[in-house]
Structure formats: C-alpha cells, structure tokens
C-alpha cells in the first residue's frame, strides 16, 4: 500500500512521452523571508476591540429583511457561523485538494515533467497550506472559547459543499483520464481570486484578527497564484487532445464548484436562527439571485479564464461552449473590450 501511493502519479502514463518545457521563473527565493508561517505571529482572537465577524456584503442573506426584523444577536450569530464556515473551508481546501498535489508534484510524481525549482517549491506551499490549515483550526477554536459557540470542526460537522461537487465532477471523467482533475483542481482553486482573500483584510470594519488572519493568508496566495499559472502553462500543452477535450468542458464546474456559495449550510444556519422551510427559500433565493452569483463568480475567475485562454484551452469548441454557458466569458469579453478601446 505504501509502496503503491509513493509510486502513485497524479496523470496517469509514462511522463517522459508528455511534451515538457525548461520554462518556470520561481517567486520563492525570499520565501524564508517573506513566508508567512516564518514571519507572521499566532494571531489571538480574544482581547482585541470589537468589530464585525465577516463582511455582511459577502454574505447577504443577512441582509434580507426576514433576517435583519430578528435583530442584531441574530445577525451577528451569522456572521460568526459564516467565518466559521469559511475557516472550515480552508483547512478542507488545504487538507483536501492542495496539500496532497503539492506533495506529489514535490515527489515528482505530478505525472509531468516539470523544472526541478517547481519541486523544491512546492514543499514551500506544502508547508504553507498545512500552517494555513493549521491556524484556521486555531483561530477558530479561539472565536469558539472566547464566544461560547461551538466551532465548525468537529468531527460530525458537515462536508463543505465544494467536495461534493467535485466528486461529481470526477465521476464525469473517464477512468483512465481520472486524476488529472486533482492537478487542475488546485490549478482553479488556488488562481481563483476569492473577494473573501481581497476584500477582508482592506475592511475596518470586522474584527482586527480576522483582518489579519485573512491577510496573511491572501499574502501566501499571491506567491502560490503565480506557481499554479505555472503548473497550467506545463499542464496543459502536455495533455492529449482527449485529455484535454475531457477536461476542458468541466473546469467552469470546479469553478463554480470551489465559489458557489454554500445553499445547504446557509438553510442549516438559518433554520438555527428560526426561520421556516418557506422563509428560508426566500430568503436565500433572492439574496442570491442566480445572475448575480454568475457575475460574481466570472469576476473572481476572470483571470484564470484568460491563463486558460492563453493555454489554448477555449479551442475546444465544447469547452468554449461549456464556459459561454457558465457565464465565465463575460468578464473576459468585457475586458478585452475595453483593452482595445483604450
Ligand atoms: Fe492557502
Ligand atoms: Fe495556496
């Protein structure tokens, strides 16, 4: 067994046959320096002057008027649950999806063959994503202590929502081609530029630690984004055409899959705060009207929709079609507008 997962590649089939290029400039020479597991200290919840758990904007169920009529506790109890969710999110994102890729691309056992620096790098982000697991744990336990209201990871707490959905999206491939979603998943994840990693840390009004918990791990990303456009600009020119026409069409799906918000966990939060089966639809339904979460979503994966664009990926005439469809390629023509027009 042990032997099987050190041998186990992330693409399946013999590397060396894959098109490869020397191409790759690191952005972590400073890491020692600059590495937020290095220089940023344990961030404490408690003592600190008060504030708002999390921007009420990037939760606006909360401010429906079903909601906001039950008062400020159950407002503020929301806000609390959704940073609980979102600190849920990222250990499981880290734990689940970005760990494990950058721990066999560091084994060099991507199934690619990339420039040894993309090796040496990727323990770097193996150990950031384990201190950003590690201190969402933390940061929630604390909030948890300090508030009274139990946190999101215990052991019977609920799935986040993104790993259902993409393990929907894997029974969709072939088996043969099964893996090369785990490579691009953490390629669509960790270029996504979330407004929760941009907007939390500009934000006076939420509480300082949160602020600062959030902008430490925004900091790390940004060296991370840059590694995984990367791995894209190897990954994709070394798939096969099948490879790449099974795939292609699915990666809106990851996309919405990873920035979709959670439908189930909200109702769950909601029913808790009192509110009824038909309140609970409302409420959800049109806090988030289905073209306003499209729109959101294109703007956070606008660049990730251009790297795929360069990749040549959005070639394939059903992968184009599935991310027309997807709503992803407004942003991108939006822009390209307004680049020629200036
Ligand atoms: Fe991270
Ligand atoms: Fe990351």
Known sequence: MHIEAFQEQLIQGHAGSRVRSAEYASRFGRWDTLASVRRRPRRDFAGGEGGLYFPPELYPVVLHP???ARGADVVEGLLLRRLYDYLHFTTELENLAVIPVAVKISQGRSGLVLPEPMRADAYKIVTDEAWHAQFSYDFACQISAETGVAGPHSAQAAPPAFLARL???RERLPHEIRGVESLLFAVVSETLISSILSDIP???RLYRPVREVVRDHAEDEGRHH????????HLWPALTPRERQAVGPLVPVAIHAFLEPDYLRTAHHLRGAGLSTDEIGQVVAESWPP???RQSIARAAAQLTHY???A???EDARTLASFEESGLLLTERRSTTGAAGS
């Open 226 to 233: 840059v590694y995984f456009r990367s791995v894209l600009r």
């Open 167 to 169: 393990d929907e999206l």
């Open 308 to 310: 795929l664009t360069e």
């Open 202 to 204: 500009r934000d006076e």
């Open 291 to 293: 073209q306003s979460v």
């Open 66 to 68: 079903l909601v906001t």
């Open 312 to 314: 040549g990926a959005l």
